[in-house]
């Protein structure tokens, strides 16, 4: 018993029992660091790119929806207005002074429309729960990867899905006659950068958000129906009484 406090205080024997374990133990942690650390530099460097793919494999995973919403929406839309309601609009629509038909008018605002709403579906519930349901956001920023570049990663995939979605609409306006004009490919940017616009601040509020109590519906139902009814998506904004038109507008 007497030999025990004098190898737990450094005695020799214990100096020399302790220094292999501790020598491995540290050169283990050593090579562990550095392998981390090297593991660590690309991340850093592109991990706006690696938030951008974990989100194309959620996408992924939704895909279906995507292709059905993607070729469905424009096809019914564009159908309904160009077979349907623009013969009965243009019948009673003078086209002598330069004007143009009713699916020529209506048809880059269902575009922007579209983009507008497929920035709402990504910039919202996705957001919400990165943060609270499954909260990966905070996986990643436990990582090599910064805020920033999690904020870049989710808008390049957003970026990569309005660009895609509004291609194959403005795909099907051209199948439908309804660009007349050679610079009409300039929608497909213009609807892009308009769902951006709205999406990236609706991002920012849905990660303000710390209890869902309906508020990305509300959003839904007053604010992104609203604008996309009385912003001259189906008739123009002249239209509107006076004190109406600031919705138009905004």
Not at 83 to 108: H, K, W
Not at 156 to 169: G, K, N
Not at 233 to 241: A, G, K, N, V
């Amino acid at each position: 018993m007497s030999d025990l406090p004098s190898a737990g205080r450094g005695g020799p024997k214990g100096r020399l029992h302790a220094r292999p374990t501790d020598a491995a133990t540290d050169g283990a942690t050593t090579d562990d660091a550095r392998r981390a650390i090297a593991g660590g530099v690309r991340p850093r460097r592109f991990g706006a790119w690696y938030v951008a793919e974990h989100r194309f494999r959620v996408m992924w995973s939704y895909a279906q929806t995507i292709l059905v919403t993607g070729f469905g929406e424009p096809l019914i839309y564009l159908y309904a207005m160009g077979v349907g309601l623009a013969t009965l609009v243009d019948r009673n629509l003078s086209l002598e002074a330069g004007g143009v038909g009713y699916l020529v008018f209506v048809a880059p605002a269902l575009l922007c429309s579209a983009a507008l709403t497929t920035a709402m579906i990504e910039f919202s519930y996705p957001v919400l729960l990165g943060y609270k349901w499954n909260p990966t956001f905070s996986g990643m920023h436990s990582g090599p990867i910064s805020p920033g570049q999690i904020v870049d990663g989710l808008v390049i995939s957003v970026v990569v899905r309005l660009t895609a979605t509004v291609a194959i609409y403005y795909a099907f306006m051209l199948l439908f006659g309804a660009v007349p004009s050679s610079t009409g490919w300039l929608a497909v940017p213009i609807a892009t950068l308009t769902g951006m616009a709205f999406g990236t601040l609706l991002m920012a509020y849905a990660s303000s958000i710390r209890e869902d109590t309906g508020q990305l519906a509300m959003v839904q139902r007053l604010v992104v129906l609203p604008l996309t009814l009385f912003s001259g998506t189906f008739f123009p904004l002249s239209q509107l009484p006076w004190f109406l038109q600031w919705i138009g507008w905004i």
